[in-house]
């Protein structure tokens, strides 16, 4: 699988409309701005996941797309672990940053995940003027590696290199960092390209 | 060697004790369904691949052990979508049966990830840290 440095550009300005999106949604729910930074739209090998996300704990909510395009693929919100537990703690009222997830934490960043992804989808499925929805939400609090292999293993079945779609978002006030990750199927990432190609054709 | 983070996916270490060499795979899914271009990333290509290297290495194939890490199911809610650690752990077990290598030491299943060193040289020791902070030697 190749891109060019053309259709990598419109991955990411499709990725930088649906990431600002759930910027805004995020930046409602925690009353505060939130910078973003230009997506990153990177073709990885199979074998050089371990190079881009290492083995540190993080929560990652996770969606399947489904709607018009199925199999759609994945789309995630990660957060390492610290930056969670402040997300939840600037949710739920503590101050508590030395203690285990618990249901509360779950349950509000499933919330979150849900709010933000629904926004990402909503604005970028507009844009390309298709219907995309995500499923109900999974949570996995874990190792960053080990929660994406698990995901790219679906998605890169018959492939060997996978597109990872991705825009960091910051809270400096509440010390809150995150990203959105985007691992569409094969297919699918073709189609959008497909759409994308004939918009700006017009 | 080294294999970070492993969620569903399996490290198959094959080693031969007498010899002291090793040959690692990071086996992804079971079935590679025809496919021949990444033998180590299903379970039915990485087992004779492993052997094979192994023998040209120096290795005797009655003196193989194996040991595997890994096959946990990550998601409580995607369960038939994304419960393929059960299904490598299957795959492994069985191709390793058919070549005749015991599993000497396994550290499989289960819900969290795992990271794993893996020295040949020092009896084959492979240490295991889990996500969830504990750690062991197989």
Redesign the interface.
């Known amino acids: 699988m190749e891109l060019s440095a053309q259709q990598m550009d419109e991955l990411k300005e499709l990725g930088n409309i649906g990431a600002s999106h759930a910027a805004n949604s995020l930046s409602q729910m925690l009353m505060s701005p939130i910078d973003m930074t230009v997506p990153e739209v990177v073709l990885i090998d199979?074998?050089d996941i371990?190079d881009y996300?290492?083995?540190e704990?993080a929560a990652i909510v996770?969606f399947?797309i489904q709607g018009e395009l199925s199999p759609g693929g994945y789309v995630g919100l990660y957060m390492p672990r610290d930056s969670a537990i402040r997300l939840t703690n600037t949710m739920l009222g503590s101050t508590d940053m030395d203690r285990e997830f618990n249901e509360m934490d779950e349950s509000a960043l499933l919330e979150v995940g849900n709010i933000m992804i629904s926004q990402f989808l909503d604005a970028t499925a507009t844009l390309l003027d298709i219907v995309m929805i995500p499923s109900?939400?999974?949570i996995?609090i874990?190792?960053?590696?080990?929660?994406?292999?698990?995901?790219?293993?679906?998605v890169?079945?018959?492939i060997?290199s996978i597109i990872l779609f991705k825009t960091d978002l910051r809270s400096t006030e509440h010390e809150i960092q995150g990203a959105i990750m985007l691992m569409p199927d094969y297919t699918t990432l073709n189609e959008i390209l497909t759409l994308l190609e004939r918009m700006i054709q017009g | 060697m080294t294999a970070?983070?492993?969620?569903?996916?399996i490290a198959l270490m094959l080693h031969d004790p007498k010899r002291s060499i090793g040959a690692c795979a990071?086996i992804?899914?079971p079935e590679s369904g025809g496919?021949c271009?990444?033998p180590g990333?299903y379970a039915d290509t990485a087992v004779p691949l492993l052997v094979e290297e192994l023998i040209a290495l120096g290795g005797v194939k009655r003196s193989f052990v194996a040991k595997i890490v890994g096959g946990?199911s990550?998601?409580?809610?995607?369960q038939g979508?994304?419960n393929?650690?059960e299904r490598n752990i299957e795959a492994v077990r069985a191709h390793l049966q058919t070549h005749g290598i015991p599993i000497t030491a396994e550290d499989i299943g289960g819900t969290?990830?795992?990271?794993l060193q893996y020295n040949p040289l020092n009896g084959g020791t492979i240490s295991v840290k889990r996500?969830d902070g504990s750690c062991s030697e197989l």
């Open positions: 199979i074998a371990a996300i290492r083995d704990i996770i399947e109900p939400p999974d996995a874990d190792m960053a590696h080990a929660v994406f292999e698990t995901i790219i293993s679906q890169a079945s018959d060997n | 970070i983070g492993l969620g569903s996916c990071h992804m899914l496919k271009d990444r990333k946990a990550m998601f409580s809610n995607f979508k994304l393929i650690g969290v990830g795992r990271t996500a």
